[in-house]
């Protein structure tokens, strides 16, 4: 894992969260996305070398909706870049961790990602972030 990546952070209210947070960082979100597949909004900001995604559940049945439901708005997920986010998934694997998509999928901001379940990561949920052209 070279780096965070993206701090994830769920929110109820894209368009008021994104607001807040260009208030917060005095400017406003570089990129508005929605991934479909995950049904989620996203809109990601810059601090310095830093980035946070908020999330946005467009349905009942997105993770990010469910995850409000159960714990509120807030942190949802800790992202780190890798180079080979295969070899990665293969490495967390032998040491021990449960990948929750063994096979990566296409996330926000031109990404390829895979999830490591939470209890394997004393609570965290950790994604993994390949850029989609690399490798």
Excluded: W
């Excluded at 063994?102 to 209890?119: I, M, Q």
């Amino acid at each position: 894992m070279d780096k965070i990546e993206h701090i994830g952070i769920a929110v109820k209210d894209l368009n008021h969260s994104n607001e807040l947070f260009e208030k917060l960082f005095g400017k406003p979100a570089y990129k508005l996305e929605e991934v479909a597949s995950e049904g989620v909004r996203t809109s990601f900001f810059e601090s310095g070398p830093n980035k946070i995604e908020l999330l946005e559940g467009t349905n009942e049945n997105s993770p990010i909706t469910k995850f409000i439901e159960k714990k509120g708005e807030g942190i949802h997920h800790i992202a780190f870049a890798v180079d080979d986010i295969v070899s990665e998934i293969a490495r967390l694997k032998e040491e021990g961790f449960i990948v929750l998509n063994e096979t990566p999928k296409k996330g926000a901001d031109n990404k390829l990602v895979a999830f490591l379940h939470p209890k394997t990561s004393n609570g965290v949920l950790v994604e993994l972030c390949q850029d989609a052209t690399a490798g």
